[in-house]
């Protein structure tokens, strides 16, 4: 399955496990990049409800920029190698 998934996200993958060299990688990266990823999602829902009670569409910008923010931390977060962990957090 994780095979599956990586061949799906490949283009979100592919500009971070790019690269040559050394990398500074710790395992507490990927857990507070996958804690990263899921605030996002809290504060794109957040968003969401905030939109639809006011009624207002200008809530979509902040809806859409938490999402896919979220979105990338947990594709590279869960599935990314350590070298894309890396270069999210411009370690590399």
Same mark, same amino acid.
């Given at each position: #399955?994780?095979? &599956?998934?990586?061949?799906?996200?490949?283009?979100?993958? =592919? #500009?971070? %496990?790019?690269? %040559?060299?050394?990398?500074?990688?710790?395992?507490?990266?990927?857990? *507070?990049? *996958?804690?990263?990823?899921?605030?996002?999602?809290?504060?794109?829902? &957040?968003?969401?409800?905030?939109?639809? #009670?006011?009624? %207002? /569409?200008?809530? &979509? *910008?902040? !809806?859409? @920029?938490?999402?896919?923010? =979220?979105? @990338?931390? %947990? *594709?590279? =977060?869960?599935?990314?190698?350590? +070298? /894309? @962990? /890396?270069? !999210?957090?411009? +370690?590399?």
């Amino acid at each position: #399955m994780k095979k &599956v998934m990586r061949k799906l996200c490949s283009p979100v993958l =592919g #500009m971070f %496990e790019s690269g %040559e060299g050394e990398f500074d990688y710790k395992p507490s990266h990927r857990t *507070i990049l *996958i804690v990263l990823g899921l605030l996002c999602f809290l504060l794109a829902s &957040v968003s969401l409800v905030m939109s639809l #009670m006011t009624g %207002e /569409a200008a809530g &979509v *910008i902040p !809806i859409m @920029v938490f999402f896919l923010m =979220g979105l @990338v931390c %947990e *594709i590279v =977060g869960l599935l990314g190698s350590d +070298r /894309a @962990v /890396a270069r !999210i957090w411009k +370690r590399s």
